[in-house]
C-alpha cells in the first residue's frame, strides 16, 4: 500500500533558531487549530517555546515520508475514505517513529525528541477535561508547537517539498517531520 523513505540531517540550534523558528509566527497557526489548548503537546504553554531550542547545542531533523502506491492512490474513489486510511497508515508510522525516537533518548541521555505533530497518546487528552498528563514520561512537543518551521525545514534542509490533499486529488506522499534535540554531534540515526 505504501513505502517509507527517510531522511535526517543535524545543524546547530543557534542555525535552527536563527533560520527556522519564529515562535509568534507559528503560535497564530497554532490557535487556528482545533488542539489549540486542548492537548499536552500543543499551545498554549505556560514556558518559553524558544528556551526549549536554547537548552541544546543540536537539532536532528527527520523527515519520514510516506508514500502511497500510485494504484492505491487511484483506486481510492471515495476521497474522505481515502483521507482516512492515509490518516491510520500515518498514524502507524508516527507510533513506529516515536519508539524509535524514545530508543534514541535512552540510548543518549539529555536528548529529548520532538514528535511529528500532536500527541495521540490517548484517545481523549486529559488537558481537555482540565487534568495533568497521564504519560509526562512519553508526550514530545512537536517542532511546530515550539515555533519550527516545518515546510521550510523540509525545503531546505532536507529537499523535500510538504504535499497537501487538494482539489479532491491525494497527494503522492505526506511527510512526517520530527527529529531529535541533544548536546552531540555525532548521534547515528536508523529510522
Known amino acids: 500500500m505504501y513505502k517509507i523513505e527517510s531522511h535526517v540531517v543535524m545543524t546547530t540550534t543557534e542555525d535552527y533558531i ?3 523558528v ?45 508514500i502511497f502506491d500510485k494504484d492505491v492512490i487511484n483506486s481510492l474513489e471515495d476521497i474522505e475514505i481515502a483521507k482516512e486510511q492515509m490518516q491510520e497508515a500515518l498514524w502507524k508510522e508516527k507510533k513506529v517513529l516515536m519508539e524509535k525516537l524514545w530508543k534514541l533518548e535512552e540510548d543518549y541521555p539529555g536528548a529529548i525528541s520532538l514528535a511529528a505533530g500532536s500527541c495521540k497518546l490517548c484517545k481523549i487528552c486529559q488537558r481537555k477535561i482540565d487534568k495533568h498528563c497521564i504519560h509526562p514520561d512519553k508526550m514530545r512537543y512537536s ?17 523535500i517539498e510538504l504535499q497537501w490533499a487538494k482539489d479532491g486529488k491525494l497527494p503522492e506522499y505526506y511527510t512526517l517531520v520530527s527529529g531529535l534535540l541533544t548536546n552531540k554531534d555525532d548521534i547515528t540515526i536508523e529510522i
Open 22 to 66: 519564529d515562535v509568534p509566527k507559528f503560535l497564530g497557526y497554532c490557535k487556528k487549530c482545533d488542539s489549540y489548548g486542548k492537548n499536552w503537546s500543543c499551545p498554549e504553554f505556560n514556558f518559553d517555546a524558544e528556551g526549549v531550542w536554547e537548552k541544546y547545542k543540536y537539532v536532528y531533523i527527520i523527515g519520514t515520508k510516506v
Open 143 to 159: 517542532i511546530e508547537s515550539i515555533g519550527g518551521d516545518v515546510g521550510k525545514t523540509l525545503s531546505k534542509l532536507l529537499g
Open 18 to 20: 536563527e533560520n527556522y
